[in-house]
Nanobody, 124 residues
Framework: VQLQASGGGLVQTGNSLRLSCAAS????????TAWFRQAPGKDREFVAS????????SYADFVKGRFTISRDIAKNTVYLQMNSLKPEDTAVYYC??????????????????WGQGTLVTVSS
């Protein structure tokens, strides 16, 4: 299984971006997909997740109301719509896939596959 993250770029404060995470390969089952981010000099942090069977979503407090995670099952793709971007959103964004149940979608160590990351830079 491979995850291809794309959609990053350089935007100004207040603008929007949509990230995509496309999964390919032998995908038999999937449980959930999440986006994490890592800013320079900081630890990786959870951003948003979606449980694929029920479409239930979860967000970090700092993106609630600004970011939306969604999925297109037919395309094996998960999206992260990011609105009202702020300079503090600048980071490399990674998508991650869990193929079986995991108790917490916010814990990166529990995921099975990771994308290569896509850089988001928000200028002030």
């Amino acid at each position: 299984v491979q995850l291809q993250a794309s959609g990053g770029g350089l935007v100004q404060t207040g603008n929007s971006l949509r990230l995509s995470c496309a999964a390919s390969g032998r995908i038999v089952t999937t449980y959930g997909t999440a986006w994490f981010r890592q800013a320079p000099g900081k630890d990786r942090e959870f951003v948003a997740s979606i449980r694929l069977s029920a479409s239930s979503t979860s967000y970090a407090d700092f993106v609630k109301g600004r970011f939306t995670i969604s999925r297109d099952i037919a395309k094996n793709t998960v999206y992260l719509q990011m609105n009202s971007l702020k300079p503090e959103d600048t980071a490399v964004y990674y998508c991650a896939l869990a193929v079986r149940y995991i108790p917490s979608l916010t814990e990166g160590s529990r995921y099975d596959y990771w994308g290569q990351g896509t850089l988001v830079t928000v200028s002030s």
